[in-house]
């Protein structure tokens, strides 16, 4: 692998010096000085400072370098960023690999390196390094939180009847799985946002593609480590825990992986660093709300699991299991009055609602009480989820998590799916559609929460179905659901309800 890099950074050479020398603008990194226009001038852009050190082809040349070395019969006892830092008279010590190193978290001057392309090249490490141990110390934080707290989650969201079950720890393996993947990629979104060249419309598509890189590391590296069902067989708190573990062990990983000197940590490395990407990219950051970002996200995917394994008891409705859902209603922003749709609970209709795209959306659970004599369902009605109002999930509690934005994510991706439940950002694999970022919206990512969307005529139907197909069974309500579609089924719409929306 070592000399596949090698022959990509010769063959990159040899096509930028002859078949387009304006690339590397001839600058002979050996020949320039500190003092030189850019170079001590951090309020430069990096894109100026890098082109005027020559420091693409001094990286290039530097890893070239690393790469004949790794490959020789007597290779240096040195990692890979203690390598690179020899070569230009660094510090000693610059185990960038390893979270904890000091000496990669420290800037240095140019008149520590013996070419200002290497005080460039080195300080990018820094800034890289810096980046991923803030995002490391805002998983910490956000474990501790979480862990904190769990029994209040489990309060608020997931009431009951004695005696209560933990049997939905096990779909929290779907969660590790999801979040961690995806998790370990989302952090370079927010530096992405926190970037100011990401407002340049010129330079918005190079960083895109740039941070895409780390971000498909990023994803790789964490599915390699999501939790097993074993290891979470536990209590919430401690299952919590483990998630958390694993995210911030990828983070590890991901880190060793980027400052290894293999070919792949070595390609990404260099597309944060190209044309002075990580000095600008960096400078921005605010990561004090990487905790409550890390928390949104998963807490977005426990959510649907912790209604789905609820049980209340509504005025006169036995208790019974719920069934979480999205309804969907034509109308821009009813929330409450005469125009409100039946089937919603009006004494709670303002705080299951949220207003999109021209339409309302209320988030609850259906109940019914069995069938008329023509076979409708009797008092259908929609309630307000345990916790799932406007007053709880408000921006402020729970990472910032709010209604619309489960509104939103699973909207999305209903509509991605032809206006149809089952679309799952869990699909992803971690390639690029160069066109957008990775995760660029986040808990908003269309599909990251998956809850079924559907009319009220859809639930009519599925709710007759359903209650139908248990008389059939002749199995209680509530048990033994895995092969029913209720309450929404694909949430196809007619024609007619196509037309209503505007769709």
């Given at each position: 692998?070592?000399?596949?890099?090698?022959?990509?950074?010769?063959?990159?050479?040899?096509?930028?010096?002859?078949?387009?020398?304006?690339?590397?603008?001839?600058?002979?990194?050996?020949?320039?000085?500190?003092?030189d226009?850019?170079?001590?001038?951090?309020?430069?852009?990096?894109?100026?400072?890098?082109?005027?050190?020559?420091?693409?082809?001094?990286?290039?040349?530097?890893?070239?370098?690393?790469?004949?070395?790794?490959?020789?019969d007597?290779?240096?006892?040195?990692?890979?960023?203690?390598?690179?830092?020899?070569?230009?008279?660094?510090?000693?010590?610059?185990?960038?690999?390893?979270?904890?190193?000091?000496?990669?978290?420290?800037?240095?001057?140019?008149?520590?390196?013996?070419?200002?392309?290497?005080?460039?090249?080195?300080n990018?490490?820094?800034?890289?390094?810096?980046?991923?141990?803030?995002?490391?110390?805002?998983?910490?934080?956000?474990m501790?939180?979480?862990?904190?707290?769990?029994?209040?989650?489990?309060?608020?969201f997931?009431?009951?009847?004695?005696?209560?079950?933990?049997?939905?720890?096990?779909?929290?393996?779907?969660?590790?799985?999801?979040?961690?993947?995806?998790?370990?990629?989302?952090?370079?979104?927010?530096?992405?946002k926190?970037?100011?060249?990401?407002a340049?419309?010129?330079?918005?598509?190079?960083?895109?593609?740039?941070?895409?890189?780390?971000?498909?590391?990023?994803?790789?590296?964490?599915?390699s480590?999501?939790?097993?069902?074993?290891?979470?067989?536990?209590?919430?708190?401690?299952?919590?825990?483990?998630i958390?573990?694993?995210?911030?062990?990828?983070?590890?990983?991901?880190?060793?992986?980027?400052?290894?000197?293999?070919?792949?940590?070595?390609?990404?490395?260099?597309?944060?660093?190209?044309?002075?990407?990580a000095?600008?990219?960096?400078?921005?950051?605010?990561?004090?709300?990487?905790?409550?970002?890390?928390?949104?996200?998963?807490f977005?995917?426990?959510?649907?699991?912790?209604?789905?394994?609820?049980?209340?008891?509504?005025?006169?409705?036995?208790s019974?299991?719920?069934?979480?859902?999205?309804?969907?209603?034509?109308?821009d922003?009813?929330?409450s009055?005469?125009?409100?749709?039946?089937?919603?609970?009006?004494?709670?209709?303002d705080?299951?609602?949220?207003?999109?795209g021209?339409?309302?959306?209320?988030?609850?659970?259906?109940?019914?009480?069995?069938?008329?004599?023509?076979?409708?369902?009797?008092?259908?009605?929609?309630?307000?989820?345990?916790?799932?109002?406007?007053?709880e999930?408000?921006?402020?509690?729970?990472?910032?998590?709010?209604?619309?934005?489960?509104?939103?994510?699973?909207?999305?991706?209903?509509?991605?799916?032809?206006?149809?439940?089952?679309?799952?950002?869990?699909s992803?694999?971690?390639?690029?559609?160069?066109a957008?970022?990775?995760m660029?919206?986040?808990?908003?990512?269309?599909?990251?929460?998956?809850?079924?969307?559907?009319?009220?005529?859809?639930?009519?139907?599925?709710?007759?179905?359903y209650?139908?197909s248990?008389?059939?069974?002749?199995?209680?309500?509530?048990?033994?659901?895995?092969?029913?579609t209720?309450?929404?089924?694909?949430?196809?719409?007619?024609?007619?309800?196509?037309?209503?929306?505007?769709?």
């Amino acid at each position: 692998m070592k000399l596949y890099y090698l022959a990509l950074v010769l063959s990159s050479l040899f096509t930028e010096t002859f078949a387009d020398v304006n690339i590397i603008d001839t600058v002979d990194p050996g020949s320039v000085s500190c003092d030189d226009a850019y170079l001590n001038d951090a309020n430069s852009l990096g894109a100026d400072r890098w082109t005027a050190a020559g420091a693409e082809i001094a990286f290039k040349l530097a890893t070239a370098n690393w790469a004949l070395d790794e490959a020789s019969d007597n290779p240096s006892r040195l990692s890979f960023s203690e390598y690179i830092a020899n070569l230009y008279n660094a510090r000693d010590l610059m185990v960038c690999e390893n979270m904890g190193d000091g000496p990669c978290q420290t800037t240095m001057l140019c008149s520590d390196t013996s070419q200002p392309a290497g005080y460039l090249i080195l300080n990018s490490f820094v800034a890289i390094h810096v980046l991923q141990n803030n995002i490391y110390s805002g998983l910490q934080d956000a474990m501790n939180e979480m862990q904190n707290k769990m029994t209040t989650f489990q309060d608020i969201f997931s009431p009951a009847a004695e005696p209560k079950s933990n049997g939905w720890l096990t779909d929290l393996l779907s969660v590790a799985q999801f979040v961690v993947g995806l998790g370990s990629a989302f952090a370079w979104n927010i530096a992405f946002k926190s970037a100011s060249i990401a407002a340049n419309p010129n330079t918005y598509g190079f960083l895109q593609e740039s941070v895409n890189g780390a971000i498909s590391l990023g994803f790789t590296v964490g599915k390699s480590h999501i939790p097993t069902a074993s290891d979470l067989q536990n209590d919430l708190t401690t299952a919590m825990g483990l998630i958390f573990e694993s995210w911030i062990d990828s983070q590890f990983a991901f880190l060793h992986e980027l400052f290894s000197g293999s070919s792949d940590g070595m390609l990404t490395l260099e597309s944060l660093m190209q044309d002075g990407l990580a000095l600008d990219m960096t400078r921005d950051l605010d990561l004090q709300d990487m905790s409550n970002q890390a928390q949104k996200l998963i807490f977005s995917q426990m959510l649907p699991l912790a209604w789905d394994q609820s049980t209340v008891e509504i005025h006169d409705i036995p208790s019974d299991k719920m069934y979480p859902m999205i309804l969907m209603v034509p109308d821009d922003c009813v929330t409450s009055g005469d125009n409100l749709n039946w089937v919603v609970d009006a004494d709670k209709s303002d705080q299951m609602s949220v207003c999109y795209g021209g339409h309302t959306f209320f988030v609850g659970f259906p109940t019914f009480t069995g069938l008329s004599s023509d076979d409708n369902p009797e008092r259908l009605r929609l309630w307000a989820l345990p916790g799932g109002e406007n007053d709880e999930l408000n921006g402020s509690n729970w990472g910032g998590l709010t209604l619309e934005d489960i509104v939103i994510s699973a909207f999305e991706g209903y509509k991605l799916n032809g206006y149809k439940n089952g679309y799952t950002a869990t699909s992803y694999d971690g390639t690029a559609d160069q066109a957008s970022l990775m995760m660029e919206d986040g808990v908003r990512t269309p599909g990251f929460v998956s809850m079924p969307i559907c009319t009220e005529g859809r639930v009519y139907t599925e709710a007759t179905t359903y209650f139908l197909s248990k008389l059939a069974d002749d199995i209680s309500i509530g048990e033994d659901d895995t092969v029913y579609t209720y309450p929404c089924g694909d949430g196809g719409l007619t024609s007619d309800e196509m037309a209503s929306f505007g769709f």
